[in-house]
């Protein structure tokens, strides 16, 4: 457990997240507008969509699948039964002056969510609930000095808000908690979760504690768009309401917004409560009924999920969990391995995907879908230590030049510099002759005793073959002329 350490003691963070993420689907939540990021503003405006009076809204089926594919996810009870409600405020960006949102019977009930932590370990964390809405439109405040702009097409574009249990303990978790949940819509399909273009959004709601007591007063951080964000927001605003406590104040619920500049939590207005938005069933949509035998279909085409895919790396392929996480935690990243892997030495094949090439990629800043050395290749260049063609520290050069030269295959590149292994025995001892000859001195000091120079003798083994001795061979040689 990870504790806040105040003048008065120990104290613990208690975190629940809603994430807001935006449902992929060509059409919005209930009308026909296209729905593409980056376009023009206002181009995918429909008369629905700009609440123009009689407008009546039409559920988009598809959108209902994606929430349901989401819930089955979750590991979530799907409820055959939800209700739309409208939730009413008044602001710029909203023209219906109502948003259409799911408040006491939602599309999804409670869930679960794994944590894979740093450690290797993992932690359940409970979903509470997963419900469909409308995104509202956006305020553009810095297109003009005194005027505010309207962008209505996010207008009605389909939302899931998944909403978890206070059960995240600190910012990490928080973290983990993001990262697996944007990990499972993507595998699924549901949501992109492209929180820079704002289709994963995260309220961070927290409280402070003294261990063993209930619940502190919870202030709700809005619309967080980094990972790193959510985790410097909720450890800022934690030591805050930690400093407030310890000076002799109280926390008023409130709603917060994070400074990405000052990097600091601030006051955006007071908590309001569900009463405040009169929510009510929207006349204009019927309730819900999902057919339990098309829930079984989608439940059905579900793909593999992390858990399982992670569980399936550690079992058949001996993975440790820090590695088999690490390799699922993307499907593309899980694929390239398991092509890698597929007939070779898959613990060799996870050190070469998950140390090399993802260091790699990292540090060109490349997705593992742009990689330039392909799987195929990867899988190669690991044959050919396997066969003895070259040394596992000469394929660390063929492994650089293939990621310089995409295209070539390892076997070209050895070929090309003549970098083959050399595993004639005689060609060997002869240049080790050759080196205790002219160590006469070292070769002495070594049989009185001084060990360590034993690596002396074998770098110099090395250097004199550039490196393409077998590294097996030339200490078998070297013990049996310096002990034999
Ligand atoms: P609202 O809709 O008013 O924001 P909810 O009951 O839906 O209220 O809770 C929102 C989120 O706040 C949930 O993720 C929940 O886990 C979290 N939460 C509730 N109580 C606390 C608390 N004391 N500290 C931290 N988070 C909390
Ligand atoms: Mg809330």
Redesign the pocket.
């Known amino acids: 457990m990870t504790y806040i350490q105040g003048e008065t003691g120990d104290w613990e963070v ?5 994430v807001h993420a935006q449902i992929v689907s060509n059409a919005k939540l209930f009308s026909g507008s296209a729905t593409a990021f980056g376009t023009a503003p206002n181009s995918q405006v429909s008369f629905v969509d700009a609440a123009f009076p009689g407008m009546l809204p039409v559920i988009n089926a598809f959108c209902v699948e994606q929430a349901v594919r989401t819930g089955l996810g979750l590991k979530a009870q799907i409820n055959n039964y939800s209700v739309f409600d409208r939730k009413n405020y008044f602001y710029a960006d909203l023209p219906q002056g109502y948003q259409i949102s799911q408040y006491l019977q939602p599309i999804v009930g409670k869930g679960e969510l794994v944590l894979d932590l740093p450690d290797g370990s993992t932690r359940t964390v409970g979903i ?1 609930r997963l419900h469909m809405e409308q995104d509202a439109g956006k305020s553009l405040h810095d297109q003009h000095p005194s005027k505010t702009y309207i962008d209505l097409n996010r207008s009605g574009v389909a939302l899931m808000e998944i ?5 995240l303990r600190s910012a990490e978790e928080a973290g983990a908690y993001v990262r697996k949940l944007r990990s499972i819509l993507r595998y699924l399909g549901t949501c992109d979760g492209n929180m820079e273009e704002g289709s994963m959004r995260c ?1 961070c ?3 402070v504690r003294k261990p063993g007591q209930p ?4 202030c ?1 951080i809005k619309n967080v768009n980094s990972i790193r964000f959510v985790m410097a927001a909720i450890e800022y605003e934690a030591r805050r309401q930690v400093e407030v406590l310890e000076e002799g104040g109280t926390i008023v619920q409130e709603t917060r917004l994070w400074d990405t500049t000052k990097l600091v939590t601030r006051s955006m207005r007071s ?1 309001e ?2 009463h405040d938005y009169r929510y009510f069933p929207d006349p204009d949509l019927l309730p819900l009924e999902l057919d339990p035998e098309w829930v079984e279909e989608i439940k059905r085409t579900l793909p593999e999920l992390p858990d399982e895919k992670k569980a399936r790396f550690m079992t058949d392929f001996k993975l440790s969990a820090y590695d088999a996480n690490v390799l699922v935690n993307e499907k593309a990243k899980a694929d390239y391995f398991e092509t890698v892997a597929k007939g070779r030495d898959p613990k060799l094949a996870a050190n070469w995907v998950t140390g090399d090439l993802f260091g790699a990629l990292n540090k060109a800043g490349l997705e593992i879908e742009q990689s330039p050395v392909k799987a195929g290749d990867l899988g190669g260049l690991i044959d050919l230590i396997a066969d003895n063609t070259i040394s596992g520290r000469i394929a660390k050069d063929v492994f650089a030049i293939m990621f310089e030269t995409p295209g070539k295959t390892p076997a070209d590149i050895v070929a090309e510099k003549g970098l083959k292994q050399v595993t004639d025995t005689g060609a060997i001892e002869g240049a080790i002759d050759q080196i205790l000859a002219a160590n006469a001195d070292k070769v002495e000091e070594y049989r009185s005793g001084k060990d360590k120079l034993f690596g002396f003798f074998v770098g110099q083994a090395m250097k004199a073959t550039q490196g393409k001795a077998n590294p097996a061979l030339v200490n078998e040689i070297l013990q049996k002329k310096l002990n034999g």
């Open positions: 208690v975190i629940g997240l809603e509470t909403v978890s249990e206070p059960d309220d709601n927290v409280s619940f502190g007063t919870r709700e908590k409560e569900a």
